[in-house]
């Protein structure tokens, strides 16, 4: 006979008094992730590496530390490498389209941000000053002097040789004129008609000579106010020039290792001196309302893009929304006279642009779903460079004035976060992704529970709780927590690796602990948490136990039915899981090898599930009908199931009521099995075994426990058990029972109460085997029966035929 597992196997319960510490207090914090060191290995190398293209994908559960041990180590690998240069963008006066990028060093892009910045607000005051100073207005009015007595000069000359030919220049408000003249009057109309032809002949004549003169003098005059122009404008640049030797010396001097920074400078110069009558001021403007009223003082100014200005070593960058702008940066617009304008002052870094000389982790997920994102990384650090990217313009979708600032070399690692899923899909899919992720970091889901492990991850807990400013923890609610992370794990010899659950579970103990006016973290708060964790979420556990326990859907716990046993199956929704009893019938007749999986005919049955079916026909035609043809068709079905059933976990059950129903010994009801059956008729470990066996003990349980009900599990799974205490006091008093089987043959016995025997239809002695074989004969015989009477019907009429 098989023995049910013990009560002390049915959970490996974590001892407080094995644990190194008495309480939070006085553990050690634990800094590293534990039971990682495989995926701390990758990620230590990755950062290590110098090389550009060796950029990591980190994949694993969320919630098991990842980002925690990444930006770890990469926090402790950049603060040793060289601190990142600063970047700017300056004003391009060749062609403002295309903005100018100057790299500095750390700490010294602010400073010359500053410096611009001074620089124009002293020009804007000192170019002024130099324009209204005595100097500037004296040289100004001799200039004036000189070229007023050069015109004054001309026509005086020209009016004394008029009237020397009997002829009056005359200033008219309409310009200069010739008039006839005597004694210097001007002659009216009938005086001139007056005088002879040939004096009126000749006053005409010299009339027509000095028109001639006056326009080449007034040409002269033309050409006098353009070089008086000319002078004046040489005057502004001078002073302007001595202006900017003053504001400029120091700037230059300052910045002479740097040949961009010095190459604007002198482009500032240029313009500045081309363009001196945009500083002038009226004296009694302030500044601030100055710089509003001419916005193009900007263009001397510097867009610090980028300050590193902060702690030594590189940055590291955790960029939580990836977009397009927020990768690669972006240009803004403003309104300006209806008009959507931009300038290289409009320009706004990304995350590449931050983290440029460090680290980047992005969440992979994130990265993909926002459109054209993944694209621009890859250009990007394939190029090795950031380039500023206009999607309305790149996909004509606005028409706005728009920038090709320089792109900024790169140098980053960049770092992805993501399911292993997504890993190999990329990995399969796209062939960049191979060049530029070549080293991954694979998080395991849980790590072992050793003495050392427990021991870590002990200390991991107290950590959290000293980080999360909680309430310390005894020794009672550690070995609590433990439990938990191993039950997680769905393994006793486990540890989930999935902290972030850890974390919320003390959460919530921290807050019931406070609740009661505790110093500490006790056990039961730990309990207590983990029940309102559940309670929380029991809604349609609730729901299908009542119906259940209404018989809405029929489960039998007592009795015995042929061909009817009771399977198991898990419900999953999101991270709470749970299972319940699902009856599942097997009807056998005569027919021709045919097992039919009603869930798979009605297309509610998974690939696996089939399988399964598909697996435990051939144990029955491999044992059974070795040397004949299999005379059998059977049928199986999951009772009230409406919706897909997949896994093969209940391969076992089915094969044990085929075999019932075959053998037509009934199955006791009491007892519900799981497992998965191969060929030979061995019995494969399954998942989520814990909630399977707590599933069928909760309505066992309402209807009243009376030492009859039990679970079969495959033996493989004896060390996943993590039980309830309710489960295990209920073994304990001998109320319920788990056992474990090797073998199809193993299960028959326990659910049958009868030996298992072998498949000789002669064997003498009572067995579910032997019931099988005999059936199987019967089945066989009135096949072979059949067969003969259809072959004698056709002899028959084929020799009426013949004697016709």
């Known amino acids: 006979m098989i023995e049910p597992i013990s009560p002390e196997r049915l959970a490996q319960r974590c001892d407080p008094a094995s644990l190194p510490f008495a309480e939070f207090a006085v553990a050690a914090p634990l800094e590293e992730v534990v039971g990682q060191e495989r995926a701390a290995e990758a990620v230590e190398f990755a950062l290590g590496i110098e090389r550009q293209d060796f950029h990591l994908f980190v994949m694993g559960p969320t919630g098991s530390g990842r980002h925690t041990l990444v930006e770890r180590v990469a926090r402790t690998r ?5 601190r990142a240069s600063d970047w700017l963008y300056v004003h391009n006066f060749a062609q403002p389209h295309n903005p100018a990028a100057i790299e500095l060093p750390s700490g010294r892009g602010a400073a010359f941000k500053q410096e611009m910045r001074e620089l124009v607000e002293e020009l804007a005051a000192t170019i002024p000053a130099m324009f209204e100073s005595e100097e500037h207005a004296s040289r100004v009015e001799a200039i004036d002097t000189e070229f007023r007595e050069r015109h004054e000069h001309a026509f005086t000359a020209l009016g004394e040789e008029a009237l020397g030919q009997g002829v009056a220049l005359l200033r008219t408000p309409s310009g200069f004129s010739f008039a006839p003249a005597r004694d210097g009057e001007v002659l009216s109309a009938e005086e001139f008609n007056a005088l002879p032809p040939d004096q009126r002949q000749r006053i005409e004549s010299a009339i027509v000579a000095l028109q001639s003169k006056l326009e080449k003098i007034i040409r002269e005059a033309m050409r006098w106010r353009k070089e008086r122009a000319e002078r004046i404008k040489s005057l502004n640049r001078e002073m302007t020039r001595i202006a900017l030797d003053s504001a400029m010396g120091e700037l230059k001097a300052h910045y002479a290792p740097f040949p961009k920074v010095i190459a604007h400078l002198e482009a500032v110069e240029r313009d500045v001196l081309e363009n001196a009558d945009d500083f002038h001021k009226p004296p009694e403007m302030p500044l601030a309302a100055f710089f509003q009223q001419q916005p193009v003082l900007r263009r001397y100014e510097a867009n610090l893009l980028v300050d590193h200005s902060g702690p030594d070593g590189a940055p590291v960058v955790v960029l939580d929304h990836p977009t397009h702008a927020n990768l690669v940066g972006r240009a803004d617009h403003v309104a300006h006279f209806g008009m959507l304008t931009t300038d290289f002052s409009l320009i706004k870094p990304g995350g590449l642009h931050r983290a440029n000389g460090g680290v980047l982790m992005i969440d992979a997920l994130k990265l993909l779903q926002q459109p054209f994102v993944w694209e621009a990384l890859k250009r990007a650090l394939l190029r090795r460079e950031i380039r500023l990217e206009s999607l309305s313009e790149m996909y004509s979708l606005a028409s706005t004035a728009s920038l090709d600032p320089d792109p900024i070399p790169l140098a980053v690692k960049v770092v992805l976060f993501g399911e292993r899923r997504l890993y190999y899909l990329l990995q399969a899919y796209d062939p960049d992704f191979d060049r530029l992720f070549r080293v991954v970091a694979d998080f395991a889901d849980s790590v072992d529970r050793s003495v050392e492990g427990v021991a870590r991850y002990a200390r991991l807990i107290a950590s959290v709780a000293r980080r999360e400013n909680m309430l310390a923890l005894d020794r009672g609610a550690t070995a609590r927590t433990i439990d938990f992370a191993s039950r997680a794990a769905g393994d006793a010899r486990k540890l989930s690796a999935q902290v972030e659950r850890v974390v919320q579970l003390l959460g919530e103990a921290d807050h019931l602990a406070r609740m009661a006016g505790r110093a500490t973290i006790l056990a039961k708060d ?10 929380r979420v029991e ?15 029929l489960i039998d716990t007592s009795g015995a039915k042929i061909g009817q046993v009771n399977g198991l199956a898990v419900f999953e929704l999101g991270n709470h899981a749970f299972a319940e009893p699902m009856r599942i019938t097997a009807t056998t007749r005569l027919g021709e090898g045919h097992v039919v999986d009603i869930q798979r005919e009605v297309e509610l049955g998974g690939a696996i599930h089939s399988k399964g079916v ?3 026909a051939a144990f029955l035609a491999s044992r059974f009908s070795r040397n004949r043809p299999y005379s059998l068709a059977a049928s199986l079905v999951f009772e009230q199931t409406y919706s897909r059933v997949d896994g093969d976990s209940a391969s076992l059950a089915e094969l044990c009521a085929l075999l019932s129903s075959l053998a037509g ?5 009491a007892i519900a099995v799981t497992g998965s059956v191969n060929q030979l008729g061995e019995v494969q470990p399954i998942g989520a075994v814990n909630e399977k066996i707590e599933g069928f003990f909760d309505i066992c349980e309402a209807r009243g426990l009376n030492g009859e009900h039990a679970v079969i599990v ?16 209920a073994a304990r008093t001998g109320h319920f029972a788990v056992y474990a089987v090797r073998s199809v043959d193993e299960a028959i016995e326990l659910l049958t109460g009868m030996p298992a025997g072998t498949a000789d ?10 019931a099988v074989a005999r059936r199987l004969d019967e089945l066989w015989t009135l096949r072979a029966n059949l067969v003969r009477q259809a072959g004698a019907a056709r002899s028959g009429r084929h020799a009426r035929r013949n004697e016709q």
């Open 78 to 82: 950049t603060a040793q490498w060289p």
């Open 526 to 535: 730990v309990e207590s948490a983990l029940h309102v964790q559940r309670r």
């Open 539 to 553: 809604r349609a556990h609730r729901s299908v136990q009542e119906a259940i326990l209404r018989n809405h859907m």
């Open 614 to 616: 598909m697996i435990l």
């Open 665 to 669: 010994i009934p199955i006791r009801q």
């Open 714 to 729: 495959p033996a493989a799974n004896v060390e996943h058990l993590m039980l309830d205490e309710k489960v295990i006091a």
């Open 761 to 770: 239809p002669l064997e003498r002695a009572p067995s579910v085997n032997r």
